[in-house]
């Protein structure tokens, strides 16, 4: 079992998604001499639909469509997705709903400022 994990900070310029950080754990094998494989893990992506400045209204539910996508891009259907939701910039954490469609649905409350996403994902074993 192999485990990765980054942390990205990003400057001023960028007012939403000003820290990522990632973690995957997943199986490798050899590839054989010469040869290049892609590893086998799961990219997240978040698709909110957001006002003209990037923001969403405090006070009112959300939905979040969750993509996973594979190295090459590929749309993967997740074995299991959970999502949490924090709006106090990561200090508490709590567990919402994630519809049948692949989304997170979040209820903002009405002081909310700041809104991040922690979602864990497994996608079914893709053995080469």
């Known amino acids: 079992m192999y485990r990765i994990a980054t942390s990205v900070v990003r400057g001023a310029a960028f007012d939403v998604s000003t820290r990522i950080d990632a973690e995957w754990t997943f199986r490798s094998a050899h590839a054989g001499d010469g040869q290049a494989s892609a590893l086998d893990v799961v990219f997240v992506r978040f698709l909110p639909r957001l006002d003209a400045d990037d923001s969403a209204k405090a006070g009112h539910v959300q939905l979040v469509p969750l993509q996973l996508q594979d190295q ?6 997740p074995k299991r997705l959970s999502a949490e939701v924090s709006h106090d910039e990561g200090r508490t954490w709590r567990q ?6 692949h989304a997170a649905v979040l209820a903002h409350p009405k002081n909310a400022s700041t809104v991040s996403l922690r979602v864990s994902a497994a996608t079914p074993s893709r053995r080469r």
């Open 96 to 101: 919402v709903p994630v519809v049948a469609a």
């Open 72 to 77: 090459r891009g590929a749309a993967l259907r």
